[in-house]
Antibody, heavy 116, light 113 residues
Framework: EVQLLESGGGLVQPGGSLRLSCAASGFTTYAMTWVRQAPGKGLDWVSAISSNGGSTFYADSVKGRFTISRDISKNMLYLQMNSLRVEDTAVYYC???????????WGQGTLVTVSS | DIVMTQSPDSLAVSLGERATINCKSSQTVLYSSSNKNYLAWYQQRPGQPPNLLMSWASTRESGVPDRFSGSGSGTDFTLTISSLQAEDVAVYYCQQYYTTPWTFGQGTKVEIK
């Protein structure tokens, strides 16, 4: 059974950092994605990483501040978030890319709140 | 960036009636060499993560009821629920994965009339 479990969210001050983790089970070697959803708002793609970790992609809004990575041996996905802004407040979902960008499995999400 | 625009923003449909959601992309998401549209549809029920309904614009995912269908090509797409059921109350999103940044429509909220 495919499962994705995010962790690492919480309250952080503007300018602070957080590292999100996503523990994957039931599969290996798929491209993975982070998508966020601000409270009461729509879906916002954040970042993606290829199956071998060799290629990474970012939304302009997070480029230079966020870093996606993965540990294939542990089946873990990460999102290092630096220089956080109030507008980064959202539930962050990790999702599996079925083929390329079609996301067939999603975690339950972890809430990141950026506030002073 | 490719902008995805859905219409309407919300709709109320009687149980058993048809619901139609439109999605328009600001540029084509049809990859000519494969003749595939890089377009997905998701359903998000309240308090839940999104659920993939369709990929490649019209390929229904395993377990998705056949009352859901997707159509369209190039820049104009439609998600149809042929006979609305109570469990279909949700927000529906289209998404292009033709090129990064992958982008979502703003969502269409479907309710029971």
């Amino acid at each position: 059974e495919v499962q994705l479990l995010e962790s690492g969210g919480g309250l952080v001050q503007p300018g602070g950092s957080l590292r999100l983790s996503c523990a994957a089970s039931g599969f290996t070697t798929y491209a993975m994605t982070w998508v966020r959803q601000a409270p009461g708002k729509g879906l916002d793609w954040v970042s993606a990483i290829s199956s071998n970790g060799g290629s990474t992609f970012y939304a302009d809004s997070v480029k230079g501040r966020f870093t996606i990575s993965r540990d294939i041996s542990k089946n873990m996905l990460y999102l290092q978030m630096n220089s956080l802004r109030v507008e980064d407040t959202a539930v962050y979902y990790c999702a599996r890319s079925q083929g390329w960008g079609d996301l067939d499995y999603w975690g339950q999400g972890t809430l990141v709140t950026v506030s002073s | 960036d490719i902008v995805m625009t859905q219409s309407p923003d919300s709709l109320a449909v009687s149980l058993g009636e048809r619901a139609t959601i439109n999605c328009k992309s600001s540029q084509t998401v049809l990859y000519s060499s494969s003749n595939k549209n890089y377009l997905a549809w998701y359903q998000q029920r309240p308090g839940q993560p999104p659920n993939l309904l369709m990929s490649w614009a019209s390929t229904r995912e395993s377990g998705v009821p056949d009352r859901f269908s997707g159509s369209g090509s190039g820049t104009d797409f439609t998600l149809t629920i042929s006979s609305l059921q109570a469990e279909d109350v949700a927000v529906y999103y289209c998404q292009q994965y033709y090129t990064t940044p992958w982008t979502f429509g703003q969502g269409t909220k479907v309710e029971i009339k």
